[in-house]
């Protein structure tokens, strides 16, 4: 595999990631439902609504 090739599988491994990170959330805010995250070592319960769309939109 050359290095392209890596780079290009690179990029589409991240957007995809993004684009499912994207769906989960949007997901979870008809549901009214919470994103568990570990911040500095600590579980943390955010809940849909209030992630900002700045923070998840891929802009695609």
Excluded at 26 to 46: H, R
């Amino acid at each position: 595999m050359t290095e392209k090739e890596k780079d290009e599988l690179r990029e589409k491994i991240v957007k995809g990631t993004a684009l499912a990170y994207e769906r989960l959330v949007e997901q979870k805010k008809k549901e009214d439902g919470e994103l568990v995250f570990a911040k500095d070592g600590k579980i943390v319960a955010v809940k849909a609504r209030d992630i900002p769309e700045s923070a998840y939109k891929t802009g695609q």
